[in-house]
C-alpha cells in the first residue's frame, strides 16, 4: 500500500475492481480545507477516462505491472496464440480480450 504522495504520472492503480493509470496528477492547496490530490486516470482494462480526487495521505492501491513483447502466432478455436520472445512460451487469448484484432 501507499498514500497519495506516491502518485506519479504512468503509475497503475486499482480502483474499485478496475486498473487505471495515471495520465496527469496535482495538488490544491487551500487556508482553510486540508490539501486534495487530484487526478486525471485513464483505463486499462475498460476504455473510460476518469478524474478522481484523495485527502492528502489517503491510502492508494498501486499495482506492479510488467510488459513483455510477444509476437502473434496464429489464430485458432481457443483465440489468438502469442510466443514470449525471450522464453518462447506461448499463450492464448481469448479475441474478446485483444483490443482491435485484425484479420
Known amino acids: 500500500m501507499a498514500n497519495t504522495s506516491d502518485i506519479s504520472r504512468g503509475l497503475i492503480l486499482n ?5 487505471y ?3 496527469e496528477f496535482g495538488e490544491n492547496k487551500t487556508a482553510r480545507a486540508a490539501a486534495k490530490v ?8 475498460n476504455n473510460r477516462s476518469i478524474e478522481k480526487t484523495w485527502n492528502s495521505g489517503d491510502t492508494i492501491f ?3 505491472v510488467e510488459r513483455r513483447y510477444y509476437q502473434f502466432l496464429y489464430k485458432d478455436d481457443s483465440g489468438y496464440n502469442f510466443m514470449d520472445n525471450e522464453t518462447f512460451e506461448q499463450v492464448a487469448l ?10
Open 15 to 19: 480502483l474499485e475492481g478496475s486498473l
Open 21 to 23: 493509470t495515471v495520465v
Open 38 to 45: 487530484w487526478a486525471k486516470l485513464k483505463g486499462v482494462d
Open 62 to 64: 498501486p499495482v506492479r
Open 94 to 103: 481469448q479475441e474478446g480480450t485483444i483490443d482491435a484484432p485484425s484479420t
